[in-house]
C-alpha cells in the first residue's frame, strides 16, 4: 500500500478486516468472542466459529456464520473440529483463539493436580493444539493474522489464580514464538485484558452463566476504583483492539501482548 492514504474509503478499509477475510473464531459463544463474530460478520467477514455444544446452543448467531462443536481439551475433538471445516476455509486468513476458563479461587497449597492439569489442558495446552492444526490453513494466506487470548492476571500474580495465571502466562510465550516461526506471512499477536463484564466473572458462559448480574468472582465496585479509568472493562473495549490487529493497519505488528485493562496494570 502507498504511504498516506487520501479518502475515508482507504482509511476505513485499512482500520479493519477486509470483507473477503476468512476468519475462524475459537471460543466465539464466549462474550469477547460473541462481540468479534458479530462484528466481523457485520464487515462482511466469512466466519467459522468454534465452541463447546452447550456455548453455541445459547447464541443467536449472524446469518452465514458456521459453528462447529470442540472441545480444546481433547486432541480428537481439535482434529475432528478441523477436519469439519467448510471446504472454502483450507485457506485461512485470520484465527482468533478467544476461549479460556478458570475455577474457584483457591491458594498453591488448595489447588490439586487435576484442577491444575484441567487449567493448562484448556488454557494453554487447546491454544497450542488449536494453533498447531491451523497453521498449514494460514499458511495458504498471503498475509495472515492470529490473536491470541492471555489475562493480565498472568502479570499481577492475583492470589487463587495460580492454575489460570501459568497457564495464560504461556500463551504470551507461545504467542512469541508463533510471531517468530510464521513470519513474515503470518502475525502472531495477544491481547490480555484485565476485568471485562461477561459471563466469564460470574462462572463461565459454557457452565451455564448469565452476561449480567453481581459477578462471583469480584466486585465491580471496587475494581473501579483500583482502575485509573475508574470503571469494569466491557467487550466493546476489546473488540477495538481486536479488530485492529485483524486488520491491515497491524501489518507491522507481530509477537506483541497488548494488555487492555484502563490502566489497572499500572497499579497492580
Same mark, same amino acid.
Given at each position: ?68 462443536? %470442540?472441545? +480444546? ?9 478441523? =477436519?469439519? #471445516?467448510?471446504? *472454502? /476455509? $483450507? ?94 506471512? %503470518?502475525? +502472531? ?9 461477561? =459471563?466469564? #466473572?460470574?462462572? *463461565? /458462559? $459454557? ?62
Amino acid at each position: 500500500m502507498k504511504s498516506g492514504m487520501s479518502n475515508i474509503d482507504e482509511l476505513s478499509a485499512f482500520v479493519r478486516p477486509a470483507a473477503a477475510t476468512r476468519l475462524l473464531v475459537v471460543g466465539g459463544a464466549g462474550g469477547i468472542g460473541f462481540a468479534i463474530v458479530e462484528a466481523c460478520a457485520a464487515l462482511g467477514v466469512e466466519v467459522v466459529v468454534m465452541d463447546m455444544p452447550q456455548s453455541i446452543a445459547r447464541r443467536q448467531w449472524p446469518q452465514g456464520v458456521v459453528c462447529i462443536d %470442540i472441545d +480444546v481439551r481433547s486432541e480428537d475433538s481439535v482434529l475432528a473440529a478441523f =477436519a469439519a #471445516l467448510p471446504a *472454502g /476455509f $483450507a485457506q485461512l486468513d485470520a484465527l482468533v483463539n478467544a476461549f479460556g476458563y478458570t475455577g474457584e479461587l483457591a491458594s498453591v497449597e488448595q489447588t490439586t493436580s487435576e484442577v491444575w492439569d484441567n487449567m493448562h489442558d484448556g488454557n494453554l495446552r487447546g491454544m497450542f493444539l488449536v494453533c498447531r492444526a491451523a497453521m498449514p490453513r494460514l499458511r495458504r494466506a498471503a498475509s495472515a493474522s492470529v490473536v491470541m487470548f492471555g489475562t493480565g492476571i498472568a502479570q499481577i500474580g492475583a492470589a487463587g489464580y495460580a492454575a489460570y495465571a501459568t497457564a495464560k502466562a504461556g500463551v504470551g510465550s507461545l504467542t512469541r514464538v508463533l510471531a517468530a516461526e510464521g513470519a513474515p506471512h %503470518i502475525r +502472531v499477536n495477544a491481547i490480555a485484558p484485565g476485568g471485562i463484564d461477561t =459471563a466469564f #466473572l460470574r462462572g *463461565g /458462559f $459454557a457452565e451455564g452463566a448469565a452476561e449480567a448480574g453481581a459477578p462471583k468472582r469480584i466486585s465491580i465496585d471496587d475494581y473501579a476504583k483500583r482502575v485509573p479509568m475508574a470503571r469494569i472493562g466491557d467487550v466493546d473495549d476489546v473488540l477495538g483492539p481486536t479488530l485492529f490487529l485483524l486488520s491491515p493497519a497491524s501489518r507491522y505488528v507481530t509477537g506483541q501482548v497488548l494488555h487492555v485493562n484502563g490502566g489497572a496494570l499500572m497499579r497492580d
